[in-house]
Every structure is written in structure tokens, then in C-alpha cells.
């Protein structure tokens, strides 16, 4: 076994905690690497509080997670020692299942292994994440980082990139379209970022006004205050798509009015609670409201060969993991721009 160290909460109001654990010696088709980044989700907050249920406890976090190949099993093909990896929300799935087929890892229909709280395909192995200076995963759930970003800011692609990516080109989002992203934060920023790539109308729908310059700043042609219902008149029926990105209990019917016929409002925020959706929010204009979860693993490397051809990064504030928990607090409030990335060799 590989001694490893890293950060975990040990109950769900234990916040976090360095703790030593053990990973698995490299099977024929495993690769170790080092970690050097490891992006901060909102996910990570929403789990180690066990905000959604279900919750395996001790929890080391983090799913945005970078590095350099340290180890290979004897059978590996597709990395060597010393490559750059990535691995994000997934660290192995059935494989065989109908989704798992068509590259749809996410949506495996026998339960795939989530990065961390999860647990491996026997069933009985839990996952641990990125929080943690080391970690072993079969080849087929590591990506290729592109060699030409900067590497802390590319880790965030990994969960952020991704999730807010896969919805966009599934809709087919490009030019004569208009973008509606709600939330600016993580992902917010990254749909943003993607949106303008794909040649989309982009406007940035924020609680917070201090973020208008900001917005602007990313490249987002309009920008509007969902608090001010004068700015949230004039978007009636203007928007193609609503990408939705809030982490926390929101009323998607004020969103709804603001698309077109046949607009599709796509939920990738994940607030704990329940919201009341009116059938009149759908009936009067034909309109969808839809998910998405992250991205499968063909799809997670297109999405970083894209980002290395059109030099897309994620937006970062480097922190030492010993300031996880103000990093947390910030980012409750909003105050982020736009991901937290820990520096591992802080550990
Ligand atoms: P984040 O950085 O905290 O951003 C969330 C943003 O939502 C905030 O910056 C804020 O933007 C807005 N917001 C927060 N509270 C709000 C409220 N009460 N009403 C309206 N807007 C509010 O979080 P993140 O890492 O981007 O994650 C966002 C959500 O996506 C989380 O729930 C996370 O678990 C989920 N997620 C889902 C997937 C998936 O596969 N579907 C993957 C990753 C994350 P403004 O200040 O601009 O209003
Ligand atoms: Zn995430
Ligand atoms: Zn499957």
C-alpha cells in the first residue's frame, strides 16, 4: 500500500483535518501521480457537509486534481513517467453498461466511482480525492493536460471546465445564439469563458453588481443584476439558453420568463433543497428545463485539447491548504474570483 497524506473530514461537522491514509499498490493498468494543484468546488463544501446525503466519512475532498505520472503499471499504454495527468469527478465506472458505452461515464448505469465519497467498482473500497499528495488511478480515468497552460489554472478545467463544457456543445450553443450564465463563480466564470468560444451572445445574470466590471472584464457582453427588477424586464424572452450554475436554493421560475420559445434552461448547480417549478413556467412558450452532470472521459480530454488550442484556463487564487476553511467561507459568499486552487506543496 502507498502511504499517503491529506486532508479529511472525519463527520460532517468536523470540517477538515490532515489525516493519513493508505491507496492501493499500482495494478497492471494503474497510473500514480503526484499532485501537485487541486481545484476547490463547491461540490466539496456541499459533500464534506453531507448537503446532498449519503455522505462516507473520513471524506478527503477535491476532484480538480493535477500533477505528474510517478508510477505505471506494467500494462499501462497510455501515459509515462513524468507526463502531466488530470483526473476529475470519475475514477472508474462498469464499462459495459449502455452509457458507459456510448462515453457517458457519468451516467454509468451501474454506479461509476466518484473521484471521492464514492466508492471503487467492488463496491466496498472507498474513494479518497485530490486534498491528498498522491493518488493511483486506472489509465483510462487519467486525462492528457495539455503541456502549454499554466498548470494550477488548468486543474479547475477538471470538474468546472468540464460541467459547464459538456452542456454546451450537447445543446449545440454557438453563434446567433444567446447565453444566459447565472452565477458568477467556478463554473459561472468557465461557462462565460466557453459561451464566447462557441460564439455565443453572452450575459452574465449575478447577485452580486460588484461583479459587472468583472464580467465585462471575461469578455461577457452584457451583464444583469437579478435583484433589480427593472435589469430583469428588459431579458423577457430574450434568451436561446440559461446555463444555471447557483450553488444554493433559487426560484427557477424568475429565470424561465426570461427565455424564448423553445429556450432550454439547463441546471448544473446543485442547491440542496428542492424548488417549486410552476407548469406555467414551461406551458406558455414550449420551454425545457434540463441537467447535466460533468462530462465523460472521451468528451473531459476534447474539452482540454480545446482549452489548449484557445489558450482557455480557469481564473485562480493559488492558497495553501492550511487556509481551506477561510477559502470555504469566501466562497459561501460569493467571494471568489473565480476558483480557489490548493497549492499541494503546502501539505
Ligand atoms: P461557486 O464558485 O460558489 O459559484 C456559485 C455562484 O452562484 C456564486 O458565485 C454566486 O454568483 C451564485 N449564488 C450563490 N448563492 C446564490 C443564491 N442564493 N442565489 C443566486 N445565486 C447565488 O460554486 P461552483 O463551484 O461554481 O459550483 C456551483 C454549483 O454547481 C454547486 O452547487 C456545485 O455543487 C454544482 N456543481 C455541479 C456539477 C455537475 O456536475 N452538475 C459539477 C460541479 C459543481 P453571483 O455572485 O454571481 O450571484
Ligand atoms: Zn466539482
Ligand atoms: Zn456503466
Request: include cysteine; proline fraction near 4%; charged fraction near 20%.
Amino acid at each position: 500500500m502507498i502511504a499517503t497524506k491529506g486532508y479529511a473530514a472525519q463527520t460532517k461537522d468536523s470540517g477538515l483535518a490532515p489525516w493519513a491514509f493508505k491507496r492501493r499498490e499500482l495494478g497492471p493498468h494503474d497510473v500514480q501521480f503526484d499532485i501537485t494543484y487541486c481545484g476547490v468546488c463547491h461540490s466539496d463544501l456541499h459533500q464534506i457537509r453531507d448537503d446532498w446525503g449519503g455522505a462516507i466519512f473520513p471524506m478527503v475532498p477535491g476532484h480538480e486534481i493535477v500533477g505528474r505520472v510517478v508510477g505505471i503499471g506494467s500494462q499501462v499504454t497510455k501515459f509515462s513517467i513524468g507526463d502531466l495527468a488530470g483526473t476529475g469527478c470519475q475514477v472508474d465506472s462498469c464499462r459495459t453498461c449502455e452509457n458507459c458505452q456510448h462515453g457517458l461515464e457519468q451516467y454509468c448505469l451501474n454506479g461509476n466511482s466518484q473521484t471521492y465519497n464514492g466508492l471503487e467498482q467492488d463496491k466496498k473500497t472507498p474513494t479518497y480525492g485530490g486534498y491528498s499528495n498522491t493518488i493511483v488511478v486506472n489509465e483510462d480515468f487519467v486525462l492528457h493536460m495539455p503541456e502549454n497552460l499554466d498548470l494550477a489554472a488548468s486543474a479547475p478545467l477538471l470538474c468546472a471546465g468540464i460541467t459547464t463544457y459538456s452542456p454546451l456543445r450537447h445543446w449545440m450553443v454557438g453563434k446567433g445564439h444567446k447565453l444566459a450564465v447565472v452565477g458568477l463563480g467556478g463554473l459561472g466564470h468557465m461557462g462565460v469563458k466557453f459561451g464566447l468560444a462557441l460564439g455565443a451572445e453572452v450575459t452574465v445574470l449575478s447577485t452580486s453588481p460588484a461583479k459587472e466590471d468583472a464580467a465585462k472584464k471575461l469578455g461577457a457582453h452584457h451583464f444583469i443584476v437579478t435583484s433589480d427588477p427593472g435589469q430583469m424586464q428588459t431579458a423577457v424572452s430574450t434568451f436561446d439558453f440559461i446555463l444555471d450554475t447557483v450553488s444554493a436554493e433559487h426560484d427557477y421560475n424568475q429565470y424561465l420568463a426570461l427565455l424564448k420559445v423553445d429556450g432550454v434552461h439547463i441546471c448544473v448547480g446543485a442547491p440542496p433543497t428542492p424548488s417549486a417549478l410552476s407548469a406555467f413556467s414551461l406551458i406558455p412558450g414550449r420551454k425545457s428545463i434540463a441537467g447535466s452532470a460533468n462530462g465523460g472521459i472521451a468528451e473531459t480530454q476534447e474539452m482540454l485539447d480545446f482549452c489548449g488550442e484557445h489558450n482557455i484556463v480557469s481564473d485562480i487564487e493559488l492558497i495553501d491548504i492550511k487556509d481551506i476553511h477561510t477559502a470555504y467561507e469566501r466562497m459561501l459568499k460569493g467571494d471568489v474570483r473565480y476558483r480557489f486552487v490548493i497549492d499541494m506543496a503546502t501539505l
